[in-house]
């Protein structure tokens, strides 16, 4: 079973939705650890209530980026892992931190990546009148939301979308989309070879996609 670490600063959903998952027969790995940036994230008591091992490196103790991610990259290898899924994580981390863990990192974004990195990313799909919004799965790089994505979730958006019922819809796509990447990786069927996503041993060509016009 693949160790993986989830590494939070919020609410945890898809941390939740990643543990849950693990339970299937099947999944091919295990939450070894959830490590929070601060003590108020409420993934921590998700966690703690799924019977999953929990941490904080408080982001607000370290005098800077350099010291907490020395000490963040500490804990994630006391803990074993050795695949890290981001999950709601709202801190950049040093290009030396994912140089670290190249190959290993994971993180979620909330929109079709390439497009809409950094936040807000409901708001500005909906300005821009797209017919369709989502969640990106990617590997992790220096370039902030800029690695290479894995998998999407891709949704119709709707008249009268606002923000709120387009987060609920992506959210609920999200806890589908990251599992099932963390089970690929966990039973080799996805790698990441210097930059780039391979699948069944191929290069993957364009994102996997998940459809789901019925996400609540
Ligand atoms: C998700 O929308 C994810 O795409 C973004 O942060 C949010 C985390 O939500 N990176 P949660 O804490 O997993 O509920």
């Excluded at 981390?93 to 409901?122: C, M, W």
């Amino acid at each position: 079973m693949l160790p993986v670490a989830v590494v939070i600063s919020g609410r945890g959903s898809n941390m939740e939705a990643i543990v849950r998952a693990a339970q299937n027969p099947g999944s091919g790995y295990r939450v070894v650890r959830v490590i929070a940036d601060r003590e108020t994230a409420g993934g921590l008591a998700r966690a703690a209530a799924l019977g999953v091992s929990t941490s904080v490196v408080p982001a607000k103790q370290f005098a800077d980026r350099a010291s907490f991610d020395a000490a963040l990259a500490a804990e994630l290898e006391s803990s074993g892992a050795r695949l890290i899924a981001l999950a709601g994580f709202m801190r950049i981390l040093s290009a030396e931190f994912v140089q670290k863990f190249a190959g290993r990192l994971l993180n979620i974004h909330p929109s079709l990546l390439p497009l809409y990195k950094g936040l807000d990313t409901h708001a500005r799909a909906i300005a821009a009148g797209d017919s369709h919004h989502g969640a990106s799965v990617h590997y992790v790089t220096a370039e902030l939301d800029g690695g290479p994505v894995i998998m999407q979730g891709r949704l119709r958006l709707r008249a009268g979308d606002t923000p709120e019922t387009v987060s609920a819809r992506v959210h609920a796509l999200e806890h589908i989309i990251y599992p099932h990447v963390c089970s690929l990786i966990a039973t080799g069927r996805v790698e990441c070879r210097d930059t780039s996503v391979y699948f069944d041993g191929e290069p993957l060509p364009a994102p996997l996609i998940e459809e789901n016009d019925a996400a609540a």
